[in-house]
């Protein structure tokens, strides 16, 4: 139905409206003007929404039908079959149409949402990218070279370490100080820092 398409912006991908069959046992006076149709509930995205249908000319009635909604959108898919543990690069993916209406593992719309991270399952050629399947590699791998950083008041410390987990930025991972031989634990703040925690 137009009233259904017309609802969703051209950023919403390209639509299609079914509307449900009407119960042949329902009697309405024939329309003698155009009847006029809208969504007066949002979409919000949902594969099933209500259009309301209004005669307004000699015989007003109103009535509700039911309408399916398929929407395509160009989505991240796999060009070709990927490995488990594949970090994504450009070549890896690539924008393409598909249906999403009933999508409940989410899609992702932008190359950069993807490329750098690890996929944590095998994909085959045309599979959608989807959050659930990536994620983001360790900031700090086990015995990598970092830079401990001590804070007390005003007071900043620095000096060498060893990374003895792997760890993603916020997170809390051990770590031997190259000076002292000592284990302490601290938070990644990037890719070379990690800042001690002081008991």
């Given at each position: 139905m137009a009233a259904a398409t017309k609802e969703l912006s051209p950023s919403r991908g390209r639509a299609k409206a079914v509307a449900d069959r009407i119960d042949s046992r329902l009697?309405?006076?024939q329309c003698s003007v155009p009847l006029q149709a809208d969504l007066p509930y949002a979409t919000n995205g949902r594969s099933r929404v209500t259009a309301e249908v209004r005669c307004t000319g000699t015989e007003n009635w109103k009535l509700y039908v039911p309408v399916k909604l398929e929407i395509w959108r160009d989505v991240l898919v796999a060009t070709g079959p990927l490995q488990k543990g594949t970090l994504l690069t450009?070549?890896?993916?690539?924008?393409?149409?598909?249906?999403?209406s009933k999508q409940t593992r989410g899609f992702m719309l932008d190359p950069r949402q993807a490329i750098g991270?690890?996929?944590?399952?095998?994909?085959?050629e045309g599979d959608l990218i989807t959050p659930g399947v990536i994620v983001a590699p360790p900031l700090i791998e086990p015995g990598q070279q970092v830079i401990l950083e001590a804070r007390s008041g005003t007071?900043?410390?620095r000096t060498a370490g060893v990374a003895l987990e792997?760890?993603?930025?916020g997170?809390?991972?051990?770590?031997?100080?190259?000076?002292?031989?000592?284990t302490?634990?601290?938070?990644i703040r990037s890719a070379k820092t990690?800042?001690?925690l002081l008991r």
């Open positions: 009697k309405l006076a450009a070549s890896d993916v690539i924008l393409a149409e598909r249906a999403v991270f690890r996929l944590k399952r095998p994909l085959s007071l900043l410390v792997k760890g993603l930025s997170d809390v991972i051990r770590v031997e100080n190259t000076e002292s031989g000592r302490v634990q601290g938070i990690v800042e001690v």
